[in-house]
């Protein structure tokens, strides 16, 4: 069973429950410690999630559920501090990595809690012979897990839904890569190669996927990713599936929200040419490719 901090809107509290291990032996992969010493972090790892819960009653309200998976801390590994404090600034927003969870969590929420209340006043501004309970009720729904450990990575998987009344919503899937060495987010230009042969390379590949995707499916809109001259934006919202590099395209991104969102899988001898070697993730690629031989 996982430990669980949760933090209540209304009475503020914090709750452990009892601490226990993730299953993670489907990755087929270890993680070492820094030193690269005997025991590796897989073996004994642990997990707790930081939560918000508020639902309230009344009209209108925001509703607010949110919850982030972290490694429990283990002084065994120092490492894990980095990514529990790295994980909260991608998951949550840069400027609450540096508290504990539990603080990030209710600065998070009310945070949250002050833009609902400035949409209020808004409303009441452009509406001012309207009733206040006339106002939409908004959601926040955002909810993080860790969903590989390998010898090589740690990665995060983040979901967020958010809904601001009527038609207005917006839905975001990301994923956070981390080296479990050092903790370091790893970012598009930590991995691929920065010169520009290799990044019009990637984005001729990615968009001739995109292409084939097109023609596959009944997408009549269009691949709509050519808004800035002709220029394609990459993104660092990736992850490893096997030997291959998956791209993750968030709706809106390359095409229409409602077809939302898209995976353009890179196979391993197309990808390993342009990855920086001797990173986290080129290992992590050359060692699931090795396995897949």
């Known amino acids: 069973m ?3 901090l949760t933090v209540a809107v209304v009475a503020l509290s914090l709750m452990a429950c009892n601490q226990g291990k993730k299953d993670l032996t489907n990755t087929g992969d270890s993680v070492q410690n820094a030193e690269r010493e005997d025991v590796a972090l897989v073996d004994v790892v642990e997990f707790d999630s930081v939560t918000f819960h508020d639902h309230p009653k009344t009209e209108p309200s ?18 894990i501090k980095v990514l529990r404090s790295n994980i909260l600034s991608d998951v949550l927003g840069e400027k609450y990595g540096k508290k504990s969870p539990a603080e990030a ?8 809690k002050k833009d609902f209340n400035s949409a209020q006043e808004s409303y009441a501004e452009l509406e ?3 009733d206040a309970a006339d106002m939409p009720s908004w959601e926040c729904t955002l909810k993080s897990t860790i969903s590989k450990v390998t010898r090589n990575l740690m990665v995060v998987y983040s979901e967020r839904y958010d809904y601001m009344g009527g038609p207005r919503s917006e839905s975001a899937y990301d994923y956070y ?3 479990v060495l050092t903790g370091k987010p790893l970012r598009l230009d930590d991995v691929v190669l920065c010169d520009k042969q290799s990044r019009e390379k990637l984005k001729g590949m990615l968009k ?3 292409d084939e995707l097109e023609k596959d499916s009944v997408m009549y809109v269009g691949i709509v990713m050519w808004t800035d001259g002709g ?18 395209f968030n709706p809106g991104e390359v095409a229409a929200n409602c077809y ?21 993730l080129s290992k992590e690629l050359a060692d699931q490719h090795k396995n897949a031989e």
């Open 2 to 4: 996982k430990k669980i």
């Open 62 to 79: 925001l509703t607010l559920d949110v919850c982030v998976e972290l490694p429990a801390e283990n002084d065994q590994f120092p490492v």
């Open 105 to 112: 969590i209710k600065m998070y929420a009310e945070d949250s």
């Open 128 to 130: 001012p012979d309207a």
């Open 177 to 179: 890569n981390y080296d």
């Open 208 to 210: 001739e996927k995109l």
């Open 231 to 248: 220029n394609f934006f990459l993104n660092s919202n990736f992850h490893v599936n096997g030997d291959k590099l998956v791209f993750m």
């Open 260 to 280: 939302g969102p898209l995976d353009v899988e890179l196979e391993y001898d197309e990808i390993s040419p342009l990855l920086i070697p001797n990173t986290a």
